[in-house]
Protein backbone atom coordinates (compact mmCIF):
# COMPACT_ATOMS: atom_id res chain seq x y z
CA UNK A 1 0.00 0.00 0.00
CA UNK A 2 1.39 3.61 -0.70
CA UNK A 3 -0.52 6.88 1.40
CA UNK A 4 -0.14 10.42 -0.33
CA UNK A 5 -0.23 13.54 1.62
CA UNK A 6 -0.48 16.81 -0.48
CA UNK A 7 0.22 19.99 0.90
CA UNK A 8 1.09 23.49 -0.15
CA UNK A 9 -2.09 24.91 -1.20
CA UNK A 10 -3.70 28.05 -0.62
CA UNK A 11 -4.81 31.60 -2.15
CA UNK A 12 -3.06 33.74 -4.37
CA UNK A 13 -3.51 36.36 -6.55
CA UNK A 14 -3.82 36.08 -10.29
CA UNK A 15 0.06 35.70 -11.14
CA UNK A 16 1.25 34.52 -8.12
CA UNK A 17 2.92 31.33 -7.84
CA UNK A 18 2.55 28.16 -5.52
CA UNK A 19 4.65 24.83 -5.10
CA UNK A 20 2.52 22.00 -4.07
CA UNK A 21 4.29 18.99 -2.69
CA UNK A 22 3.05 15.53 -2.23
CA UNK A 23 4.67 13.29 0.15
CA UNK A 24 4.58 9.24 -0.58
CA UNK A 25 4.97 6.86 2.42
CA UNK A 26 4.66 2.86 2.44
CA UNK A 27 5.37 0.87 -0.81
CA UNK A 28 6.94 3.76 -2.26
CA UNK A 29 9.25 1.51 -4.32
CA UNK A 30 6.22 0.19 -6.19
CA UNK A 31 5.50 3.29 -7.45
CA UNK A 32 6.34 3.57 -11.29
CA UNK A 33 4.39 6.93 -12.17
CA UNK A 34 3.02 9.40 -10.40
CA UNK A 35 0.42 12.03 -11.65
CA UNK A 36 -1.19 15.60 -10.59
CA UNK A 37 -4.47 16.16 -11.66
CA UNK A 38 -7.43 19.14 -10.35
CA UNK A 39 -10.75 18.98 -10.54
CA UNK A 40 -13.37 22.41 -10.21
CA UNK A 41 -16.24 22.21 -8.83
CA UNK A 42 -18.77 21.04 -10.90
CA UNK A 43 -16.36 20.26 -13.51
CA UNK A 44 -14.71 16.26 -14.27
CA UNK A 45 -11.26 15.85 -12.50
CA UNK A 46 -8.20 16.65 -15.02
CA UNK A 47 -4.57 15.75 -15.55
CA UNK A 48 -2.55 18.88 -14.79
CA UNK A 49 0.84 16.86 -15.58
CA UNK A 50 2.71 13.14 -14.94
CA UNK A 51 6.10 12.08 -14.39
CA UNK A 52 7.73 8.55 -14.99
CA UNK A 53 9.22 7.30 -11.78
CA UNK A 54 12.73 6.05 -13.03
CA UNK A 55 13.41 9.05 -15.46
CA UNK A 56 12.69 12.02 -16.89
CA UNK A 57 9.72 11.36 -18.92
CA UNK A 58 7.49 14.23 -17.80
CA UNK A 59 4.03 15.55 -19.59
CA UNK A 60 2.14 18.90 -19.35
CA UNK A 61 -1.65 19.27 -20.25
CA UNK A 62 -1.56 22.58 -22.60
CA UNK A 63 -3.56 24.64 -20.45
CA UNK A 64 -0.61 24.77 -17.90
CA UNK A 65 2.42 23.63 -20.65
CA UNK A 66 5.23 27.28 -19.47
CA UNK A 67 3.22 27.49 -16.54
CA UNK A 68 3.65 24.31 -14.16
CA UNK A 69 6.67 22.12 -13.80
CA UNK A 70 6.03 18.93 -12.40
CA UNK A 71 9.45 17.50 -10.46
CA UNK A 72 10.47 14.86 -7.92
CA UNK A 73 13.11 13.87 -5.04
CA UNK A 74 13.11 10.07 -4.85
CA UNK A 75 15.11 10.50 -2.06
CA UNK A 76 12.79 11.83 0.08
CA UNK A 77 9.70 10.15 -1.84
CA UNK A 78 8.45 13.83 -2.71
CA UNK A 79 6.32 14.88 -5.23
CA UNK A 80 6.29 18.81 -6.82
CA UNK A 81 4.03 20.45 -8.48
CA UNK A 82 5.71 24.46 -9.25
CA UNK A 83 3.27 26.92 -10.33
CA UNK A 84 3.73 30.08 -11.50
CA UNK A 85 1.76 32.87 -14.00
CA UNK A 86 -1.22 31.33 -11.65
CA UNK A 87 -4.74 32.17 -13.05
CA UNK A 88 -8.40 32.36 -11.82
CA UNK A 89 -9.42 29.83 -14.24
CA UNK A 90 -6.68 27.19 -12.18
CA UNK A 91 -8.44 27.32 -9.45
CA UNK A 92 -9.39 23.92 -8.10
CA UNK A 93 -8.70 20.74 -5.86
CA UNK A 94 -5.23 19.77 -6.81
CA UNK A 95 -4.28 15.56 -6.42
CA UNK A 96 -1.50 13.50 -6.03
CA UNK A 97 -1.93 10.37 -7.28
CA UNK A 98 0.50 7.32 -8.23
CA UNK A 99 0.48 4.20 -9.76
CA UNK A 100 2.18 0.86 -9.78
CA UNK A 101 1.31 -1.08 -11.96
CA UNK A 102 3.02 -0.11 -15.00
CA UNK A 103 5.96 2.45 -16.61
CA UNK A 104 3.37 3.18 -19.19
CA UNK A 105 2.37 6.28 -17.33
CA UNK A 106 -1.24 7.19 -18.62
CA UNK A 107 -3.17 10.31 -18.92
CA UNK A 108 -6.69 9.55 -17.39
CA UNK A 109 -7.41 9.24 -13.64
CA UNK A 110 -8.34 5.48 -14.10
CA UNK A 111 -4.30 4.46 -15.01
CA UNK A 112 -3.55 5.55 -11.12
CA UNK A 113 -4.11 3.28 -8.18
CA UNK A 114 -3.54 5.89 -4.96
CA UNK A 115 -4.52 9.08 -4.32
CA UNK A 116 -4.08 12.00 -1.88
CA UNK A 117 -7.08 13.34 -0.25
CA UNK A 118 -6.24 16.64 -2.10
CA UNK A 119 -5.16 20.51 -1.40
CA UNK A 120 -7.17 23.75 -2.40
CA UNK A 121 -5.50 26.45 -5.07
CA UNK A 122 -7.67 29.67 -4.71
CA UNK A 123 -6.48 32.24 -7.63
CA UNK A 124 -7.96 35.56 -7.49
CA UNK A 125 -8.09 38.56 -10.01
Known amino acids: QVQLVESGGGSVQAGGSLRLSCAAFGYTYSITCMAWFRQAPGKERETVAT????????HHADSVKGRFTISQDNAKSTLYLQMNSLKPEDTAMYYCAADSRTVLCGLGPERYNYWGRGTQVTVSS
Open 51 to 58: IRSDGPYT
